[in-house]
Nanobody
């Protein structure tokens, strides 16, 4: 049974920082991918960042490049999302996801089989 548990969300003022964590269990990470997605009220889910578990290659949405960093600690089976220079438009529920990219689209939600429950991030202006 695969479990993904997110933590680290909260409320912060614009310009601030937060670090999200995703602890994974029951999942072998060889050459698979982990990712962060977010969804704001009334908007579609958006792929934010992805990391290849084996090689560490990372991918980012244009909206977060230079501000967010995805990283991993394989020993702890944990993936992180360091978010800096936060903006009100970064507000949303952030979800951790895991899967094997069968179509090679690291920020596409349909590529991921397993999802966490989400953690809320609220950025005020």
């Amino acid at each position: 049974q695969v479990q993904l548990v997110e933590s680290g969300g909260g409320s912060v003022q614009a310009g601030g920082s937060l670090r999200l964590s995703c602890a994974a269990s029951g999942y072998k990470f060889s050459s698979n991918f982990m990712a962060w997605f977010r969804q704001a009220p009334g908007k579609e889910r958006e792929g934010v960042a992805s990391i290849q578990r084996g090689g560490g290659t990372t991918y980012y949405a244009d909206s977060v490049k230079g501000r967010f960093t995805i990283s991993q600690d394989n020993a702890k089976n944990t993936v992180y999302l360091q978010m800096s220079s936060l903006k009100p438009e970064d507000t949303g529920m952030y979800y951790c996801a895991a899967g094997v990219l069968r179509r090679g689209l690291p920020l596409r939600g349909s590529e991921y089989n397993y999802w966490g429950q989400g953690t809320q991030v609220t950025v005020s202006s």
